[in-house]
């Protein structure tokens, strides 16, 4: 019945794999973000952060605190404001983290597992793999582009629906910056597109599988800053949170309490999570290490464990990703609202085209 | 007639103004700090790291020594309270938070003693006037403690035996009882040092800083 390739099989591997992504890995990492957000800019700034939070004497330096977070935020009251658009003012949160789960769908987080041969050694070529990867697309990188940019209806609507001036004005500069950053964004990685000669995040990371020179990075260096730029303006943080703009507005859900706030605050952490990933998977090599499989075919050993170390290596590099984009969250200053959008169309627009154009000469000259 | 405006220019670097070479300085300092307090942290050196929080329940800053703190009442060699119902301290108190009922000790050996003597604390301004009004060196604040928070309003208000149990023997001469100070702080006569003079009321539990027998009387002023 659970042939290989049958509907059935087909389903139930990809249910596994969106639980054991999203709940599993994404879910879980973003939470405890918020937890490392609070005790990383702690460290870097000579002081302690929060490392109280315990379940008897399990302590783990405090990381329980989100747990304590989210309980805070269920039993806090669901404040509606009498003169909010009701329903929108409800969906709203789940349009800003909804985009924010669905792009998982295409990232690559493991070598492909052969079914039925998962216990033999690994093999170059196996007939029937289980890719590590939720959904392979063809569009890949495109659909990304696609479903991120909706998550600006979430907060430009919450603004909207929040019948709150400054709510408004957050929601407003949401739309404008994230317009703004998503042109230089597809723009930024488009370069990286030429030089792999694919759309597809898994076919990149297999390019990218060989030597530490055909990482992204180091094909289209310039391209890694664009496109790290334009990221950490679409996940609307500092030194790009003018939506959010704490110091000034509020922000576009400055009308929110309770868990529909904290939908908004875990959808932001999931967007640095998975945009990490995507990072990951263009520049850094994604779940691959250069040279490791060569050695998994050297000494015969089971497929099985290549799939379990590449996760491994895979969950890492985007940990430590993160914790890089929260770093430059504490480190920089914010731009204003003008000087933000002369650098996105003045500075960051005018790059990335001279970058795909210079890429585009040197694929066509070069080969 | 338009208001002159000065254009102020703004030079900056050409590294200043591709932003990247700052940024990479600016995270160096970031991860500067973050490497040195987190592996510091990491391997239990929390003392050569640039973190300077006290983790309170568990560290406690001493108080300095001349600390007012929570009110004491003083014993003669003998046991009883100091205090001979004055009321210089309840006059002077600028909050009216001590109330002394005074009555005549029974059996004759003092004049006059506090039947009641109470002290409110939760509207002492811990001004320490009392303490310096007192002629007899029967009030003190120097517990190196502060008011313990209570459920009860009434709770804050101390009477006679608990300020007493705090209490040591006080050296200095009243009435004719006692050592000459001089001689006391020589120890050429008769009573020990007075730093080791043992509190008579029951120990004030574990924690150092609240404990009175701790600190030597030599040190305060």
């Keep these: 019945m659970l042939d290989y390739g049958s509907t059935l099989f087909t389903v139930i591997v990809a249910l596994i794999k969106i639980l054991a992504l999203l709940l599993g890995f994404a879910m879980g990492w973003a939470s405890i973000l918020t937890w490392m957000e609070r005790r990383q800019s702690a460290m870097m700034q000579d002081r302690l952060g929060p490392n109280r939070a315990n379940i008897g004497p399990f302590k783990a330096w405090g990381i329980t605190h989100f747990l304590a977070d989210a309980l805070k935020f269920m039993v806090k009251e669901d404040f509606v404001p009498p003169k909010a658009h009701k329903f929108l003012f409800m969906w709203a949160p789940v349009m800003a983290m909804a985009p924010a789960l669905i792009v998982g769908a295409i990232i690559p987080f493991s070598a ?31 659909f990304y582009f696609a479903v991120a940019s909706l998550s600006v209806f979430g907060a430009t609507l919450a603004g909207w629906a929040s019948h709150n001036k400054w709510a408004m004005m957050g929601g407003l500069r949401a739309s404008s910056q994230m317009m703004s950053y998503e042109v230089t964004m597809g723009m930024a990685v488009l370069g990286a597109f030429l030089s792999f000669g694919t759309l597809e995040p898994g076919a990149m990371v297999v390019s990218q599988a060989h030597s530490l020179w055909d990482w992204g990075i180091f094909r289209q260096p310039l391209g890694f800053i664009l496109f790290l730029t334009a990221a950490i303006a679409e996940t609307k943080r500092t030194p790009f949170d003018i939506p959010e703009g704490e110091p000034e507005i509020i922000g576009y859900f400055v009308e929110y309490s309770g868990l529909r706030f904290g939908m908004f605050f875990l959808g932001e952490f999931l967007e640095i999570v998975f945009s990490s990933a995507l990072i990951i998977t263009i520049f850094f090599g994604g779940w691959s290490l250069p040279g490791l499989e060569q050695v998994f075919i050297d000494h015969n050993i089971p497929n099985l464990v290549l799939v379990l170390v590449t996760v ?4 890492i590099k985007v940990m430590l990703f993160s914790s890089f984009q929260l770093a430059i969250r504490w480190s920089l200053p914010r731009f204003r609202s003008d000087q933000l959008m002369q650098l996105g169309w003045q500075r960051l627009l005018p790059i990335s085209i001279a970058n795909v154009v210079g890429t585009a000469a040197w694929t066509l000259f070069k080969g | 007639m338009t208001i002159g405006v000065k254009v102020v220019s703004r030079p900056g670097s050409f590294s200043q103004q591709l932003y990247v070479p700052a940024i990479a300085m600016g995270m160096g300092v970031t991860f500067r700090h973050f490497a040195k307090n987190f592996f510091g942290n990491l391997v239990g050196l929390r003392k050569k790291t640039d973190i300077q929080t006290i983790e309170y329940p568990e560290e406690k800053k001493p108080y300095p020594a001349r600390h007012r703190g929570l009110h004491r009442l003083m014993l003669r060699e003998d046991g009883q309270t100091r205090c001979v119902a004055c009321m210089m301290c309840p006059t002077v108190c600028p909050a009216h938070c001590i109330t002394i009922v005074p009555e005549q000790a029974p059996d004759g050996t003092i004049e006059k003693r506090p039947r009641l003597f109470e002290i409110d604390e939760l509207r002492c301004v811990v001004c320490g006037l009392c303490a310096e009004a007192c002629p007899c060196d029967a009030i003190r604040m120097d517990t190196l403690d502060h008011a313990k928070p209570v459920t009860r309003r009434v709770d804050a208000i101390l ?8 209490g040591i023997t006080s050296s200095a001469t009243q009435g004719g009882v006692g050592g000459f100070w001089r001689e006391t702080v020589k120890g050429e006569n008769q009573a020990p040092p007075e730093a080791v003079v043992q509190p008579v009321g029951p120990p004030s539990g574990p924690t150092p800083v609240s404990s009175p027998s701790t600190v030597p009387e030599k040190t305060l002023p």
Excluded: K, M
């Design chain 1, 112 to 142: 492909p597992l052969c079914w039925g041969h998962a216990l033999e050694g690994q093999s170059p070529v196996c007939g029937t793999p289980i890719l590590g990867q939720i959904a392979r697309l063809d569009t890949g990188v495109l």
């Design chain 1, 312 to 315: 491994g290596i895979w969950s």
């Design chain 2, 159 to 166: 009477d006679r035996e608990e300020l007493l149990s705090r």
